[in-house]
């Protein structure tokens, strides 16, 4: 008699499955027009005022003029290769801040000792913004590409090491309690406890690391470069082809969009497998 509860319940949820994801998929797609409001009202009112010759063309280009020479630009390539360079820059400034970040932030966060010996230099150094940072590292590396990497380094390094410490400081010392009850020692207890426990603070200083180092790629770009987007912008200005500036501008925007939500993509896989990891340990530790 109590073999027909299982089938139904199945049953059940088979039915009410497309429901659910035809829910969720109009929720996602209502969210996404919303967003769209106040772009489209902008681009509406570019059009009014490009119609209107409220700005003179020289001033704000029509919307088709920008359309038109954005199409050539990705047809030729031209487009392409700047903001591949771009790109090529950010990574591996981003990587090089990162990982300094990241790992002065797990030291400091793991001994007092450390956070009191390097906290006083590394936060005056941490108010020097990245740009001034410029006239000095010219001196050093000149103008080439160490100089862009370096300054976006700085860039990403600090908001990563300030996130590393404050989510290692707020692990919950129960969890390292029960890491010990199983024996871990520095290296486990380190990347088995303490950096997955961390994970949502660090992923923050991720984000906020990539944001910053895209920030300071285009300043760079703008005050010493050959090529790249931010180099796009300073050219067409100096050219008074302002549909330039803003084709640079627009790809700046989407690519640093984009990279945001890649990063909350990875952010929320990880948030999962921390979930299901945390899961693993409470039920090992009640067994």
């Not at 890649?262 to 497998?273: C, D, H, S, T, Y």
Request: proline share 7%; hydrophobic share 55%; no cysteine.
């Amino acid at each position: 008699m109590s073999a027909p509860e299982p089938v139904a319940l199945t049953a059940s949820v088979r039915l009410e499955w497309p429901a659910f994801a035809a829910g969720r998929l109009l929720r996602r797609l209502t969210g996404a027009s919303v967003g769209l409001i106040v772009p489209l009202l902008a681009l509406a009112a570019w059009q009014a005022s490009a119609m209107g010759g409220w700005l003179p063309p020289q001033v704000l280009p029509s919307p088709a003029e920008v359309t038109a020479l954005l199409l050539a630009m990705l047809e030729s390539g031209e487009l392409r290769d700047h903001t591949l360079i771009s790109l090529s820059r950010v990574a591996w400034g981003f990587g090089l801040g990162a990982a300094g970040g990241l790992a002065l932030g797990v030291l400091m966060g793991l001994s007092r000792r450390v956070e009191e010996t390097v906290n006083p230099l590394f936060v005056a150094l941490a108010q020097i913004p990245p740009l001034g940072w410029v006239p000095l590292l010219i001196m050093l590396v000149g103008i080439d590409e160490a100089l862009k990497v370096l300054v976006i380094a700085k860039a990403a390094f600090v908001p990563l090491a300030i996130n590393t410490l404050k989510g290692i400081r707020a692990v919950p010392p129960h969890f390292v309690e029960v890491g010990r009850v199983f024996g871990f020692g520095p290296w486990p207890m380190l990347t088995r406890v303490v950096l997955p426990a961390a994970v949502p603070p660090i992923f923050t200083g991720v984000r906020y690391a990539m944001t910053h180092a895209w920030l300071a790629l285009v300043a760079v770009e703008l005050l010493a470069s050959s090529e790249g987007l931010g180099y796009l912008m300073v050219w067409g200005r100096q050219l008074f082809q302002l549909e330039t500036v803003l084709v640079a501008m627009a790809a700046v925007g989407l690519i640093g969009y984009l990279l945001d939500r890649a990063l909350a993509g990875v952010e929320a896989r990880l948030q999962r497998w921390r979930q299901i990891g945390a899961g693993e340990v409470g039920a090992g530790g009640a067994a």
